[in-house]
């Protein structure tokens, strides 16, 4: 049995029978949610494990499934979890000299879908003109988002519609439109049973395969393993394939389990295994992701065949484990919500942050990585909106403040360029101004930034705490990159180098090709800032020869916050099996 606590685990073999069980954790001060699981059990193992009682020390038990306690929880690990420390010494840089700190891109990913309608604007024209359309809705992306993931141009309807008459073109317009920007691309998708999703020739195979013939199964692998080529593979060229993070191999494969019940979790498996294995020959490192939905609503009536529904998404988790026992590569887990704030139809299914928690928490039982990857508010009631910005918070605090979540996707963002059925949460209306959700997520975003002007101490050194991501440096009007992760906390910048005649960052060959035109006639290559170019600017050269003015990681010891609170948890366990037990510390 494991007890996890943020990023901080703990284990133990547990015997047969009544025992007690401890465990001291050093935590900084705050709310703090505890899992408890059994990390080696048989899939559904008759065996059952029961915590009689919990003691802690150090702190207070607030042993309530509550919202508030769920909040409380996620604010404290973005707070601690989601941020380092940064110690960087400034070489060559004078004792009081002003340093700008500011992070450039955020390590976590936040995309939005692009769009790509029927007909009208082409929203991936390169240099659409000022002002246009286009113009403003690329802008916005830029402005608000690292990631981006096609709404409809990954589809195999949108690249295939003609048998072998593959046209990706609007895909890698927003492949390209990505890169161009420095940001991420997530790829949606890859199988989709739904018959929208499809060309008409890929929908005829899937119901002659339902319907028993074992020619067109056949043939249906065969065209799924030439869309994999196309899709991730060599035949796609680097350009392509080489930008992918995540993507969707089977989406919705549970509540339209065509392909599931064709090929089976053995066939499935040898799907998802031919997806790496084309990306591996492609040079590409890709998360290969399930994606579905109603696992934040609605979750005790999936149509999942197979598996037992229950309120807690665990049927998903089964899922992604069934494909991965029958030997399948599965990376991550997408989480779809479509947010449902009318008071009537929700009524239900509320939207509740306590029931995220308990997802998420039963997802990263399996110690992979997930995502909210389609993130919108339903229509329905035309709700309220500051219940509209509320619940865009909550949920991107709760994914934000999940330990394996590193995705939060907003299905769009402008009501004429996304879902008619969920245009309720757009953070712009149709005329690009911001709503309430709007201004929230951007409230989210500054609070989620670092942004600092500091002085260098008499070491020439600084030192911050910030979100992890990419920095941009700037000291002495030269800005250079920094990137800051869990687990590298020094850092060394060479920056002022007097022999850099060229200003390309690095003392070298060329820089003394500058110094021997310059001596004797000018100052081109004057290191000691006396006007002239002599000797006494070679041995300068000499000194700085092969040094570069950017920044190096100088340790990667483990980053973990300061201990403020230590807490011991003491557990009585009578009998182990597959169980889970939440609380909030």
């Known amino acids: 049995m494991s007890l996890v606590i943020a990023d901080y685990a703990a284990s133990f073999d547990v015997a047969a029978g009544n025992a007690a069980y401890a465990h001291t954790f050093s935590l900084p001060a705050g709310t703090h949610f505890v899992r408890a699981d059994l990390s080696n059990d048989p899939e559904k193992s008759p065996r059952e494990l029961t915590i009689g009682s919990v003691t802690v020390a150090g702190a207070g038990i607030a042993n309530s499934n509550s919202n508030a306690n769920a909040l409380a929880a996620v604010n404290s690990y973005i707070e601690n979890f989601r941020k380092g420390d940064a110690r960087l010494t400034l070489v060559g840089v004078q004792p009081g000299a002003e340093v700008q700190v500011k992070l450039k891109d955020h390590a976590f990913n936040f995309g939005t879908a692009a769009a790509n309608p029927a007909g009208g604007n082409n929203y991936w024209t390169t240099n659409p003109a000022p002002g246009s359309t286009v113009d403003k809705y690329q802008q916005f992306i830029r402005s608000h988002f690292n990631m981006l993931v096609p709404e409809n141009a990954g589809k195999w309807s949108g690249n295939e519609w003609a048998r072998d008459a593959v046209n990706m073109a609007t895909n890698d317009a927003i492949v390209a439109f990505a890169r161009q920007n420095g940001m991420r691309f997530r790829q949606h998708n890859l199988l989709w049973a739904n018959s929208s999703a499809n060309p008409g020739w890929v ?7 339902l319907g028993g013939s074992q020619a067109a199964k056949n043939e249906l692998l065969a065209e ?44 499935l498996a040898n799907i998802f295994n ?15 992701y399930v994606n579905e939905y109603n696992l934040l609503q609605f979750s005790d009536n999936p149509a999942a065949p197979g598996f037992s529904p229950d309120s807690y998404a665990n049927w998903y988790r089964e899922h992604g484990e069934a494909i991965e026992n029958a030997g399948g590569k599965v990376d991550g887990y997408g989480v779809q919500y479509y947010a449902l704030l009318d008071a009537n139809a929700s009524a239900n299914s509320p939207h509740s942050a306590a029931r995220m928690q308990q997802v998420f928490q039963n997802l990263s039982l399996t110690g992979k990585p997930f995502g909210l990857t389609e993130y919108g508010v339903q229509n329905s009631g035309s709700p309220d909106q500051a219940a509209v910005a509320d619940a865009l918070e909550d949920t991107m605090r709760m994914v934000f403040g999940s330990a394996n979540a590193q995705t ?39 609070e989620w930034s670092t942004e600092l002007v500091l002085t ?3 070491a020439g050194a600084v030192e911050f705490r910030g979100f992890y991501g990419d920095y941009e440096i700037t ?15 020094e850092f060394s910048l060479v920056a002022g180098l007097a022999a850099d005649f060229n200003d390309d960052g690095v003392v070298d060959a060329e820089d003394l090709e ?18 002239d170019t002599d000797g006494a600017d070679l041995l300068a050269w000499q000194r700085e020869l092969g040094l570069r003015s950017d920044v190096v990681a100088l340790t990667s010891a483990t980053s973990v916050p300061e201990p403020r609170t230590i807490l011991m948890v003491a557990l009585g366990v009578p009998l182990v099996a597959r169980w889970v037990w939440s609380g909030s510390f």
């Open 475 to 489: 000291v002495d009007g030269k800005t250079m990159l920094l990137t800051l992760a869990k687990g590298v906390e």
């Open 456 to 458: 260098a101490d008499e």
């Open 224 to 267: 799924i393993n030439e869309r994999i080529a196309y899709y991730v593979g060599d035949g796609v060229g680097e350009d392509r394939a080489g930008d992918y993070f995540e993507l969707d191999v089977l989406n919705e494969g549970l509540h339209e389990a065509e392909f599931r019940t064709i090929f089976g979790d053995a066939g």
């Open 408 to 446: 939060f996707n907003m299905w769009g963002f402008w009501p004429q360029a996304m879902w008619n059925q969920a245009t309720s949460g757009a953070l712009v209306d149709a005329n690009w101004n911001l709503t309430e959700a709007g201004e929230r997520y951007e409230q989210l975003m500054a």
């Open 514 to 531: 500058d110094w021997s035109g310059g001596v004797g006639v000018d100052g081109r290559a004057d290191a000691d800032g006396d006007g």
């Open 274 to 288: 031919s997806v790496g294995a084309a990306a591996n020959a492609a040079g590409v490192d890709v998360k290969l």
């Open 203 to 209: 929908n005829t195979l899937i119901s002659q395969a």
